[in-house]
Nanobody, 124 residues
Framework: VQLQASGGGLVQAGGSLRLSCAAS????????MGWFRQAPNKGREFVAA????????YYAPSVEGRFVISRASAKNTVYLQMSSLRPEDTAVYHC??????????????????WGPGTQVTVSS
């Protein structure tokens, strides 16, 4: 499975962006998908995740109420709608996919597939 994230950019604090992550390849399988981010000189941080069906979602406390993760009806694209952005949201955002049941979707180690990230910069 190949993942491609897009939608990053430069935005002022309080603004919004929508990230997309498109999966290609063996998309006939059931994949849970998640977003993680990494700021300069910091480790990878969980942001949001969704099960294959899209019915169950998870959020980091720092983004809950501001970010919304969702899946396209075809299931092979996941979105991250980011609102009320803050300078501390500045990071490279990566999407991941995994196909094993029972894995903790808030842990990066649970994901088998990763795509190149997209830069999000929030100015104050």
């Amino acid at each position: 499975v190949q993942l491609q994230a897009s939608g990053g950019g430069l935005v002022q604090a309080g603004g919004s962006l929508r990230l997309s992550c498109a999966a290609s390849g063996r998309t006939s399988k059931d994949y849970a998908m998640g977003w993680f981010r990494q700021a300069p000189n910091k480790g990878r941080e969980f942001v949001a995740a969704t099960t294959w069906s899209g019915r169950i979602t998870y959020y980091a406390p720092s983004v809950e109420g501001r970010f919304v993760i969702s899946r396209a009806s075809a299931k092979n694209t996941v979105y991250l709608q980011m609102s009320s952005l803050r300078p501390e949201d500045t990071a490279v955002y990566h999407c991941g996919a995994q196909d094993e049941y029972g894995k903790d979707l808030m842990q990066g180690a649970s994901y088998r597939y990763w795509g190149p990230g997209t830069q999000v910069t929030v100015s104050s």
